[in-house]
Every structure is written in C-alpha cells, then in structure tokens.
C-alpha cells in the first residue's frame, strides 16, 4: 500500500530516531518504508489497510497542532479498533484551550462520553482509575464555562483525609494545612489559566476549599467539582449533592479502588446506587485502558487489578 504524506508531516509523524513509526509498525504487525512522495506499507491487506488508516489519523494530528509520540500512535490505534470514526468525534470540538494555546480533546472514546455526559446533566460522575483524566478533564470544563461567561466562578473542594497525622498540628495557618491535599487541582488549574489562576483565586473567580467548608451553603451560577469522592462518607456527599444552586454544573470525580475511609461506607459507592435513575444525573466509568500518563501507568494499574484478581481467586479458593 502507498501513502502520499507531505515531508514535514512524516518527520512528525516519524519521530525522532523514528520511534513512533516503529510502534505503529510492531502494534499493527507491517512494515513502513519510505518513498519520494511518502512511504509504503507493507503487511497483510488486513494490518496494511489498518495501519493506512492510522498514518491518515496521525497525519491530521499533526496538522491540528497535536505531538506525537509512541502512546499517541497507541491510543489512536485502541479508538480506531474500538470506532473507526471516533478520533474525529472526540477531535470535533476542544474541551478548552489552554494557557499556552494547546487545544484539550478527550483522548479516549469513554473520556468522550464523560465530557458529553457533563454537556448534557446538571451532575455528572465519573468514576475511574488513576491516571484516567477525570480531575484534568473536569477542571478543563470549569474552565472553559468560566472563559465563556457560561458560570461566574469556579469551585473546587475533595475531602482532606488525614494521613496518620491532624490538621491542627501541621504547620501554618488553614490554608497552608489543606493545600498539600489541593495540589492536584492547582496544577490543573495552572495549565488551563497558568500564573492567572492565583489572581483569579484572589478576585473569588477560582474557589478551592476542603469539602468541610461547603456545608450551609448554597452555591449558585457555579461549576463546582468534588474530586476524590470515594473518600467521602454518606453524610459527607448528601450534603455536597444539596449544595448547589441555579445555573451550576456539578461534576463529581473518585477511584472506588483507592478508599482511604477507615471503617466507614464510601458515599460515591452508596450515590450510585440512590441516584442510578434519577433524571439529570450521569456515571460514568473509566478503566484502566482509559490511562492517559505515560504508557507504563497503564501497566501498573493493569498488573495491580490482575494481582488483587489473583488474591481474590485464592481467598475464595481456600474458602472451599
């Protein structure tokens, strides 16, 4: 098979020491040569046709200002195989863009479904691994609104789980207690609005608190974002789900593998099950094939869910 592709996009697409053409080549079993106008495919009709169609995305990748790298050709190759239109879906209209120009698209079909679940409900929860985009993409939305006059303000809350150690007899005053357990929230921030984002803080645009604060409140004309939820009690997230108010968007973000409560229930799992049919509500779950850090994140996640598998098989084994 021929390709024709235009010399600055095969360097792109290429990579350096062309590593990204190597994985194209070893996950759909060809080989890639290169000619005057472009390069050769060569493989079965099957894996040629496929990794044409994979040069072509990448290809327009490129053009829309995309890097490529070797999880990129990755991740283009999984959505391909799961829906041969779905890169054009997911690239059809950025979540945002951010402080230095870069267009934000999901990189997943279920990341897709999660910024359409948040497009069409008043509270959308999206539950999932680490590494699965749920905080970044949240927070991409939130400030998209803000940038659009869609909301007034942005609020950002997780609960503050103490690890082995009390607020109180951390060092510096509230804000410097809560802000370790805020960090990832900041750093979002910082790439959407970058060195903004405190000035927007100041001016109350940007609210980031721990989930305490927001009881007795009543938060109108806001997009508001419950990261971490698994870590959340019943009571807790009752009371976060009857805080907000007209014109807000509720995005609620949690991993039920990571709970960190200490005997007590996890109200994101206990919310699924009250809310499962309520009119306006969303869940949404990613999985470990949703990882979009680097490749070995998904590696990881992937060998802990087969070892905590093994060890369940063998605990119910010895039960018998």
């Known amino acids: 098979m021929n390709k024709t592709i235009k010399n600055d996009e095969l360097r792109a697409v290429f990579g350096a020491y062309d ?13 890639v040569r290169t000619t ?23 290809c327009a990748a490129v053009r829309r200002g995309e890097n490529i790298d070797p999880d990129k050709v990755r991740q283009y190759y999984d959505i391909l195989a799961e829906d041969p239109d779905g890169v054009e879906r997911m690239t059809a209209q950025p979540v945002c863009v951010n402080a230095r120009g870069q267009k934000i698209y999901p990189k997943t079909i279920r990341q897709k479904t999660f910024t359409d679940a948040v497009s069409s409900n008043l509270l959308t929860f999206a539950v999932g691994p680490a590494g699965t985009g749920k905080t970044y993409l949240a927070v991409a939305m939130a400030a998209n609104a803000v940038k659009k006059g869609a909301v007034d303000r942005i609020i950002l809350t997780r609960p503050a ?27 979002a921030l910082g790439d959407m609005f970058g060195d903004d984002y405190m ?17 007795g ?20 997230m009752k009371m976060f789900l009857t805080r907000f108010g007209e014109g807000s968007r509720v995005i609620v ?10 005997g007590e229930r996890s109200g994101l799992i206990e919310a699924e099950q009250v ?9 949404v779950h990613l999985s ?20 905590s598998q093994r060890r369940n098989h063998a605990g119910n084994g010895k039960t018998e």
Not at 171 to 183: E, F, N, R
Not at 294 to 307: D, P, Q, S, T, W
């Open 19 to 31: 590593v990204n053409i190597k994985t194209l080549e070893s996950i759909c079993s060809v080989k």
């Open 36 to 58: 005057p106008d472009g390069v050769e495919i060569h493989g079965k009709v099957g894996d040629a046709e496929t990794a044409g169609l994979l040069l072509d995305k990448l």
């Open 161 to 187: 789980i103490e690890a082995g150690e009390k607020l109180g007899f951390l060092p510096g005053d509230l804000q410097m207690k809560v802000d370790p357990y805020l960090k990832p929230l900041y750093d």
């Open 199 to 215: 000035r927007l803080i100041e001016r109350g645009t940007v609210e980031i608190a721990p989930l305490a604060y927001m009881r």
């Open 217 to 236: 409140r009543t938060l109108s004309h806001a997009f508001i974002i419950l990261d971490e939820a698994q870590n959340t009690t019943p009571e807790q």
């Open 253 to 262: 973000t949690g991993d039920v593998t990571q709970i960190d409560l200490k």
């Open 275 to 283: 809310l499962k049919d309520v009119d306006g509500i969303a869940f």
């Open 288 to 307: 470990e094939s949703d990882v979009v850090r680097h490749g070995l994140v998904m590696k990881i996640v992937k060998a802990y869910n087969n070892y």
